[in-house]
C-alpha cells in the first residue's frame, strides 16, 4: 500500500461546482507535489510545496488553489473548473526538496471528471 | 529547456526475458538526474531507479538497471527476469540539479510480459 493517501479517488464536478482533493502523508516528509496526468500522457508539475511554503508554481491557472495546512497535509482546492481539467491527480512526497535521489513517494491519484 | 524522449509507444516481452526501454534526453545542465518510474494500472507511480550525471558507474536495483551513455543522451533501462508483474507505463524523467524537484517525464513506454 502507498504511504500518500489521496481522497476522494473518484470525483465528478460540475463546472460551477467547489471540490477540494486532500493528499495525507505521515512519512515526515518536508516536500509535497501535485502533478496533472491527462489520458495516455506523461504526469506535468503543477505546485511544490517546501517546508509548508509554495515554492513552484508551473503557471497553473488560478482556478487551481493548493493549500498545504501542515507539514503532512496538502489540498488542491478546484473552481469553476473545465472539461478538459478533467485528469488524475497525483501527489507525490519526499523528504527534502533537493534531495538527490528519485525518492518521489506518489498517491495512487483522485481520478476528476468534469461535466 | 528540458526534454525527455521515449520512442517506443510499446513493448512486449516474453515472461523471465529481459527486455530494454529507450530513453533519450536533451538538456544545457551539467547537473542532472536520470529517473525511472513505473505506472501500473492503479495509477501510482512508483519509484524504479535513479542515475546522476556525474555517476561514473550505471545504477543498478535488484532487477532494474539503466545503461547511462552520457554521450550519446540515453538512459535506457534494462528489466532482467521479466515478470507478469512488470506490465506497466514506464516512464523516463529528468531533474535539474540531480534532484526530483522539477521533473519532466517522457511519453512513456507500455511494457506487456507474456505468459
Known amino acids: 500500500d502507498t504511504e500518500v493517501t489521496q481522497t476522494p479517488k473518484h470525483l465528478v464536478m460540475g463546472m460551477t461546482n467547489k471540490k477540494s482533493l486532500k493528499c495525507e502523508q505521515h512519512?515526515?516528509?518536508?516536500?509535497m507535489y501535485w502533478y496533472k496526468q491527462k489520458a495516455k500522457k506523461p504526469p506535468e508539475l503543477m505546485f511544490v510545496?517546501?517546508?509548508?511554503?509554495?515554492?513552484i508554481n508551473e503557471s497553473v491557472p488560478s482556478r487551481f488553489s493548493p493549500e498545504c495546512p501542515n507539514s503532512s497535509l496538502l489540498n488542491l482546492h478546484l473552481h469553476a473548473l473545465q472539461p478538459e481539467d478533467s485528469a488524475l491527480y497525483l501527489c507525490?512526497?519526499?523528504?527534502?526538496?533537493?534531495?538527490?535521489?528519485?525518492?518521489?513517494?506518489f498517491g495512487e491519484g483522485s481520478r476528476l471528471t468534469v461535466l | 529547456a528540458q526534454k525527455i524522449t521515449q520512442t517506443q509507444p510499446g513493448m512486449f516481452v516474453q515472461e523471465k526475458e529481459a527486455v530494454t526501454l529507450d530513453c533519450t534526453y536533451d538538456?544545457?545542465?551539467?547537473?542532472?538526474?536520470l529517473f525511472w518510474y513505473k505506472q501500473p494500472s492503479s495509477g501510482e507511480m512508483i519509484f524504479l531507479i535513479y542515475?546522476?550525471?556525474?555517476?561514473?558507474q550505471n545504477a543498478t536495483e535488484g532487477r532494474y538497471s539503466l545503461n547511462f551513455q552520457k554521450a550519446r543522451k540515453s538512459a535506457n533501462l534494462v528489466i532482467s527476469a521479466s515478470q507478469l508483474g512488470d506490465s506497466a507505463m514506464y516512464f523516463c524523467?529528468?531533474?535539474?540539479?540531480?534532484?526530483?524537484?522539477?521533473?519532466?517525464f517522457g511519453s512513456g513506454t507500455q511494457l506487456t510480459v507474456l505468459p
Open positions: 538538456t544545457s545542465d551539467q547537473s542532472y538526474g
Open positions: 524523467a529528468i531533474g535539474r540539479g540531480g534532484s526530483a524537484r522539477q521533473l519532466t
Open positions: 542515475q546522476g550525471s556525474y555517476d561514473e
Open positions: 510545496y517546501s517546508y509548508e511554503k509554495l515554492s
Open positions: 512519512m515526515g516528509h518536508r516536500a
Open positions: 507525490a512526497s519526499s523528504q527534502d526538496f533537493a534531495g538527490p535521489t528519485g525518492e518521489l513517494f
